[in-house]
C-alpha cells in the first residue's frame, strides 16, 4: 500500500474477523449498493448559489445521483446514503423516511449529501437558506424522496454474503483551505471497500473534505455533480462492472478544491474528480475484507443557545458508525477542517484505528467554525449560529455516542459544573470572588448577576432596534431591515457585525465569555453586544441613545507621591442607574486582579493587579471613533491584567492596537527592568496615531487640557484637577480623595470632576497593592471609601 494506504487495515479487519468468528452466534455480513439518477427537470431551482436569484437551471451538464450501500452482520442493519445535493433538509429527510423500507429501522438510515451546488433546490421551507435554495416545489421533494428509497429498496433486494475493510491515505494536492493562506487541510483520504464472496467490491466509498464549487459563470445555471460526477464515473470505470462508487464529503467548511493540473473550466472539475478517484482506487487495492461488527449511535440532543432560535432547531440528530474499529461521524452540517482534526484526535485516543467525518449529514444547520475565527468576518464563522465553543459541543456529544471508553486521565470536553461565586456587600456595591478555570470564572459571575445582565441587553440592544435606533440607516442592515421588519432578524444580524470586536482577544477569555453567557442563561451573541455597548455608544452611526465613560483619572509618582510612591485617582462616569461591583478575580493560571465596574461589563474600565499594576481607560471623541474590528479597549485592558507584571509589558501591547482610535489609557505601577520596586506612569493615546506621554515633574493627567484633541468637558475637568493638585509638593491619597470629589458644591455636569453620572471614585496605592473605592450614596454624594488588599502584606 505504500504511502497510499496503511497496510495494517487489511490486518485489523482479518483480526475483527477472528474475533468475530470467536464470539459466535452471529449471521455473516450482507451488503447490497444501488443508484438511482435524481437529475431535476430543467427550469427547476438549483440549490448553493445566491447569485441565481431563484432562476431555474436552462441545462443539464451531467447527472446528479442518489447511492446507497445496506450493511447488516445479522444484528445490525443500517443503510448508508449519499446524494448529489447541496444538503440534506429536514422536508427531504422527513419524506425520505416515510418512504424507506420497513426492513431497517428508521434510526439506522444515515444519509448525506456531497454538497454540490448544481443540485436541485427547491426543497427548503426554511427562510434563512430559500435565498440560496430558491422557491419551495413541493414536487420537487417528492419525487426526490421517492427515487432515495427505490435505491434504498434496490440496494436490499441485492444484498449477499460480503466483506468489508476500510484504509486510509494522505493527499496534499487535491484540497486547500480557503479562508487562510497556507492554512490547515484535511490530507486524509478515508476508503472503505465492500466485497462480495467472490472478493469483487460491491461498493467502494471514498471520504475527503472539499467544497464542490468547481462550476463557475455561465455554468453556474447548468445541473451537476461537480468533482464528484467525475469520481463517480473514473472509479466505477477502474472498478468490475457492477461497483457503486459512493462519495462522503468530510470537514469541507472551508476547503476548497486545489487544481494540480492547473486546468479551466470543466476541465479542473474532471481533473479534481478524476485525480480522487484514481488515489480512493489506489487505497481500496491494498484493503484485505473480512467480517465485522457494525455498531450505529444516534442522539438528538439539546443544541447550545442562539439569538436565530427562530430559524434554526434547538435539537438536531447526531449519529456515528462504527465498523469494527472504524469510526465515522456525521456532521449535520459543514464543520471547519479544524473540528474535523479535533474528532479524529479524540476517537484515536479512544483507540479507533481510524475516524473519517461525514458532514452535511441528516440536516444541515450550516457552519460550525472553531473559536479562533468567531471574531473574523469569513462566510462559514458569520454562518456559524451556535456560539464560538460549538465544536467543544460536538466533541462531547460524539464522545458519548462511542462506543469505546475514555483513556485514563483524559479530559472531559464538557463544561464543568460550576461553584456560585461569594458575593458581599461592601460600602455600597457588591464585591464578588471569582475563581478557578475561564469558564468558571464567567459562569459565577453570570450566574451571580443575570438579572443585571440581562436587563441592558432588552434595554440597550433590544429596545433601541425595535425603536430603530442602533441599525445603520445605511448599508446591507438598513436595506434589511427595510423590508423584514422584524427586531429577531436585526439581532441576529448585529450579533454577526459585532464579532469582528472579538478579534485579538484570547481564547480563555472568550471561554469566560462563553461562561458568563451560560451562567446568565443567555445566548453568546446576546452577552457579546451587551459587552459591546460603550463601543456601539461611541459610534455615530449607532445611534446616541447612549454614550460612555467620560472620566477623570490622573496620578502622581515618585517624591509627589509621598510615602507611597505612585498614586493613581479615577472617577467613572457613566449613563443611567448602573449596579456598582467590585469584581475579584483569582483565576487558574495568571495574574489575580481586581475589577471596579458593572455586574454586566467583563472588560476592564478601572482595575489593578496583584502586580501593582493599574490601568484605566476613557473615550475621548475629538481623536475619533473606534474601529470596528479589534477587541474594545475594556478587553484589551481585561486581558493585560491577567497577563502583564509591568509598565513595560502592557504598553507594548498597547502600541500594538492601533484600532483603539477614541480612548485614553492611564498605566501606572512598576518597571519590568527595575531590581527594586520602582514606578512609572504613562498616558497612550489612541487617535489618528498611537501617542505616549509620561508624566511632568511627577504628575500625570489623564488628558491634557491645552490639547485640541480633547472634549470640551474633559478640557473643563482636567484644567479643575491641574488647578486642585499642580501645585502641590505632595501629592497624597487624602488630596487625591479630595480632587475627586471636586464639584459638589456647584453641582455641574460632565464639565465636573464628580458629577450626576460619577460611578465609583478609586484611589489606586499599587505599591501597597490597595485600592480604596467609593460610591455615590442615594443622594448622590460620595459614599464612604472601602479599602480592598490584593496581597496580605505591603512590599
Known amino acids: 500500500m505504500g504511502r497510499e494506504a496503511k497496510i495494517g487495515a487489511g490486518a485489523r479487519c482479518l483480526a475483527a474477523l477472528a474475533l468475530f468468528v470467536a464470539c459466535g452466534g452471529a449471521q455473516a455480513l450482507e451488503a447490497g449498493a444501488a443508484k438511482a439518477e435524481i437529475t431535476p427537470p430543467l427550469g427547476a431551482p438549483l440549490n448553493g448559489y ?13 447527472p446528479v445521483w442518489v447511492r446507497c450501500l445496506y450493511l447488516s452482520d445479522g444484528e445490525t442493519r443500517l443503510f448508508l446514503v449519499n446524494a448529489d445535493l447541496c444538503i440534506i433538509n429536514p422536508e427531504l429527510r422527513e419524506r425520505v423516511l416515510e418512504l424507506a423500507p420497513r426492513e431497517v429501522p428508521k434510526d439506522h438510515i444515515i444519509l448525506t449529501a456531497t454538497h454540490t451546488h448544481s443540485a436541485q433546490g427547491g426543497m427548503v421551507k426554511s427562510p434563512l437558506f430559500r435565498s440560496i435554495s430558491g422557491r419551495f416545489v413541493p414536487e420537487l421533494v417528492e419525487k426526490t424522496a421517492a427515487r432515495f428509497a427505490e435505491t434504498m429498496r434496490a440496494a436490499l433486494e441485492r444484498r449477499r454474503q460480503a466483506a468489508i475493510g476500510y484504509g486510509t491515505g494522505e493527499q496534499t494536492t487535491l484540497s486547500t483551505n480557503r479562508r487562510v493562506p497556507d492554512g490547515p487541510i484535511d490530507p486524509q483520504i478515508g476508503v472503505i471497500r465492500v466485497d462480495d464472496a467472490e472478493g469483487v467490491p460491491i461498493a467502494i466509498v471514498g471520504n475527503f473534505a472539499a467544497h464542490p464549487t468547481t462550476v463557475g459563470g455561465a455554468d453556474q445555471m ?7 460526477g467525475y469520481y463517480y464515473e473514473e472509479l466505477e470505470k477502474l472498478c468490475p462492472a457492477g461497483t457503486v462508487a459512493l462519495f462522503l464529503n468530510g470537514a469541507e467548511g472551508n476547503q476548497r478544491t486545489a487544481n494540480p493540473e492547473d486546468k479551466a473550466g470543466w476541465g479542473r472539475t474532471e481533473s479534481i474528480g478524476r485525480l480522487l478517484a484514481v488515489r480512493v482506487k489506489s487505497i481500496a487495492n491494498g484493503i484485505k475484507c473480512g467480517d465485522a461488527r457494525l455498531h450505529v449511535a444516534q442522539a438528538a440532543p439539546e443544541l447550545p443557545r442562539t439569538m436565530a432560535s427562530f430559524l434554526v432547531p434547538s435539537t438536531v440528530l447526531l449519529q456515528t458508525l462504527e465498523i469494527n474499529d472504524l469510526l465515522l461521524t456525521f456532521m449535520p452540517g459543514e464543520a471547519c477542517v479544524e473540528i474535523g482534526h479535533g474528532l479524529r484526535e479524540r476517537a484515536l485516543k479512544r483507540g479507533y484505528g481510524a475516524q473519517f467525518t461525514v458532514g452535511l449529514s441528516n440536516d444541515f444547520l450550516a457552519y460550525f467554525a472553531p473559536a479562533e475565527y468567531y471574531g473574523y468576518m469569513y462566510y462559514e464563522a458569520g454562518m456559524n449560529f451556535y456560539g464560538p465553543w460549538i465544536s467543544r459541543w460536538f466533541y ?4 458519548q455516542l462511542m462506543t469505546r471508553p475514555r483513556p485514563a486521565g483524559d479530559a472531559e470536553d464538557a463544561w464543568p459544573a460550576t461553584p456560585g461565586a461569594t458575593v458581599e456587600q461592601v460600602g455600597g456595591a457588591k464585591r464578588v470572588v471569582l475563581t478557578g478555570s475561564p469558564y468558571e470564572v464567567g459562569f459565577q459571575r453570570g450566574a451571580a448577576f443575570r438579572d443585571a445582565i440581562v436587563e441592558p441587553y432588552e434595554n440597550q ?16 442592515w438598513a436595506t434589511l431591515s427595510s423590508y423584514l421588519h422584524t427586531t429577531d432578524y436585526s439581532l441576529v444580524y448585529l450579533g454577526m457585525g459585532s464579532r469582528p470586536l472579538l478579534q485579538g482577544i484570547s481564547n480563555g477569555l472568550i471561554e469566560e465569555l462563553q461562561g458568563m453567557a451560560d451562567g446568565a442563561e443567555m445566548p453568546f451573541d446576546a452577552l457579546w453586544l451587551v459587552q459591546c455597548t460603550p463601543t456601539f455608544g461611541a459610534r455615530s452611526d449607532n445611534g446616541a441613545f447612549f454614550r460612555t465613560a467620560f472620566c477623570t483619572m490622573f496620578a502622581s509618582v515618585g517624591d509627589r507621591a509621598g510615602a507611597d510612591d505612585l498614586l493613581v485617582g479615577r472617577n467613572l462616569d457613566w449613563a443611567g442607574d448602573q449596579q456598582p461591583v467590585i469584581v475579584d478575580v483569582r483565576p487558574a493560571t495568571g495574574r489575580r486582579f481586581v475589577q471596579v465596574g458593572f455586574p454586566w461589563n467583563a472588560g476592564v474600565f478601572s482595575g489593578m493587579n496583584d502586580a501593582g499594576l493599574v490601568l484605566c481607560a476613557e473615550r475621548m471623541a475629538a481623536l475619533g471613533e ?28 498597547l502600541r500594538e492596537q492601533t484600532h483603539l482610535r477614541g ?14 520596586w520602582a514606578s512609572q506612569v504613562q498616558v497612550v493615546e489612541f487617535g489618528a496615531s498611537v501617542a505616549v506621554r509620561g508624566p511632568q ?18 478640557r473643563t475637568r482636567y484644567a479643575r484637577v491641574s488647578e486642585l493638585l499642580g501645585g502641590e509638593h505632595i501629592i497624597a491619597t487624602a488630596k487625591i480623595k479630595k480632587a475627586l470629589q471636586d464639584g459638589l458644591a456647584r453641582g455641574g455636569g460632565a464639565a465636573s470632576v464628580w458629577n450626576a453620572e460619577t460611578k465609583h471614585s478609586i484611589v489606586f496605592r499599587p505599591t501597597a497593592r490597595v485600592i480604596e473605592v467609593a460610591f455615590p450614596d442615594e443622594s448622590g454624594m460620595p459614599g464612604d471609601y472601602v479599602e480592598i488588599v490584593l496581597r496580605e502584606e505591603a512590599p
Open 626 to 653: 473606534p474601529e470596528t474590528e479589534g477587541a474594545p479597549v475594556e478587553f484589551v485592558l481585561r486581558e493585560l491584567l491577567q497577563r502583564a507584571d509591568s509598565v513595560e509589558q502592557a504598553l507594548a501591547r
Open 461 to 476: 440592544i433590544v429596545a433601541p432596534l425595535e425603536a430603530g435606533v442602533l441599525l445603520p440607516q445605511e448599508g446591507m
Open 396 to 399: 462531547e456529544q460524539f464522545a
Open 222 to 228: 447548468s445541473v451537476s455533480a461537480d468533482y464528484p
Open 663 to 676: 480612548c485614553h489609557v492611564l498605566v501606572a505601577g512598576p518597571e519590568s527592568d527595575a531590581s527594586e
Open 697 to 714: 515633574q511627577g504628575f500625570a493627567l489623564g488628558a491634557d487640557p491645552e490639547s485640541d484633541l480633547v472634549d470640551e468637558a474633559a
Open 50 to 62: 445566491g447569485d441565481r436569484l431563484g432562476r431555474g437551471c436552462v441545462a443539464v451538464h451531467d
